[in-house]
């Protein structure tokens, strides 16, 4: 009779066969893969936070709304274009400009008062003056406004393109 030798299984590789991975191996590696995978989200979001940046091109398009003849706003006064969002303000020396109805500090709706010639703020009384600067805290910045363009004898605001400021400056007037 002849004895039964067992013989060796080599993988085609020349490797041994590979040993059942135990559930500590299983939970190590799955928490590596796991860190990495939240580091590259992190590096991600941290990219994403850094390019972010407002475009310095204007990209929403022109949306013209037409308040009317440059003859039917008084000098000094201001007219509410409730559904544009703003106020149309004509200064004392003839200059626009479309002043935003929200407040700077929290974003209430803003109402003109005409015998105090000021802008106030329900919410918190921040007052601001004809020109959008802030008369009475808590607001800290002028009320933004949107461009206004005067052609042809009519004023014209872009209710498409809101500019924030710090403060009121005379470039930020037109004039016909």
């Given at each position: 009779?002849?004895?039964?030798?067992?013989?060796?299984t080599?993988?085609?590789?020349?490797?041994a066969?590979?040993?059942?991975?135990?559930?500590?191996?299983?939970?190590?590696?799955?928490?590596?893969?796991?860190?990495?995978?939240?580091?590259?989200?992190?590096?991600?979001?941290?990219?994403?936070?850094?390019?972010?940046?407002?475009?310095?091109?204007?990209?929403?398009?022109?949306?013209?709304?037409?308040?009317?003849?440059?003859d039917?706003?008084?000098?000094n006064?201001v007219?509410?274009?409730?559904?544009?969002r703003?106020?149309?303000?004509?200064?004392?020396?003839?200059?626009?400009?479309?002043?935003?109805?929200?407040?700077?500090?929290?974003g209430?709706?803003?109402?003109?008062?005409?015998?105090?010639?000021?802008?106030?703020?329900?919410?918190?009384?921040?007052?601001?003056?004809?020109?959008?600067?802030?008369?009475?805290?808590?607001?800290?910045?002028?009320?933004?406004?949107?461009?206004?363009?005067?052609?042809?004898?009519?004023?014209?605001?872009?209710?498409g393109?809101?500019?924030?400021?710090?403060?009121?400056?005379?470039?930020?007037?037109?004039?016909?």
């Amino acid at each position: 009779m002849k004895k039964l030798q067992h013989k060796k299984t080599v993988s085609l590789v020349g490797k041994a066969p590979a040993e059942p991975l135990s559930r500590r191996d299983f939970f190590n590696r799955a928490w590596k893969w796991l860190g990495i995978l939240a580091a590259l989200e992190v590096t991600g979001m941290f990219t994403a936070f850094l390019f972010s940046g407002k475009s310095k091109k204007q990209s929403a398009p022109k949306q013209l709304l037409e308040a009317g003849p440059v003859d039917s706003f008084e000098k000094n006064s201001v007219s509410a274009f409730m559904g544009g969002r703003f106020y149309l303000a004509r200064q004392k020396d003839g200059g626009f400009i479309a002043l935003s109805l929200r407040c700077t500090h929290l974003g209430c709706s803003i109402a003109w008062e005409a015998s105090k010639n000021r802008f106030i703020c329900p919410c918190h009384s921040s007052a601001f003056d004809i020109a959008g600067e802030v008369l009475n805290p808590p607001a800290v910045r002028a009320l933004d406004y949107y461009p206004v363009l005067i052609e042809n004898g009519i004023v014209k605001v872009d209710i498409g393109t809101i500019v924030e400021r710090s403060s009121f400056r005379k470039d930020q007037l037109q004039y016909a």
